[in-house]
């Protein structure tokens, strides 16, 4: 089992900044992916970003130039640092590890709430 633990969120103004942070713990593989996803009251689960044990990244293209993802491999923790943020970024955000290669396991945080208002 792996257990993901968020922090960070919280409301901000239009164009403000705001940073997530997520650790990682348990039965955790080498390899693996770590990223955000987020979920905006009626609209699905959406993902914001991710990157791979090997630095590789993917973003939405609503969030490019914007955001950027990092990670600890070492401390098994992932940032999304969140700049020029706007009102339709408002969503809880998750926190996912994805990995496995013959039986894909996705394991997911509590979420945590962003608001971006004035």
């Not at 991710?50 to 590789?56: C, E, H, K, R, V």
Request: proline share 3%; hydrophobic share 35%.
């Amino acid at each position: 089992q792996v257990q993901l633990v968020e922090s960070g969120g919280g409301l901000v103004q239009p164009g403000g900044s705001l940073r997530l942070s997520c650790a990682a713990s348990g039965s955790i593989f080498r390899i693996n992916t770590m990223g955000w996803y987020r979920q905006a009251p009626g609209k699905q689960r959406e993902l914001v970003a991710a990157i791979g044990t090997s630095g590789n990244t993917n973003y939405a293209d609503s969030v490019k130039g914007r955001f950027t993802i990092s990670r600890d491999n070492a401390k098994n923790t992932v940032i999304l640092q969140m700049n020029s943020l706007k009102p339709e970024d408002t969503a809880v955000y998750y926190c996912n590890l994805r990995q496995g290669v013959v039986m894909r396991y996705d394991y997911w945080g509590q979420g945590t709430q962003v608001t971006v208002s004035s």
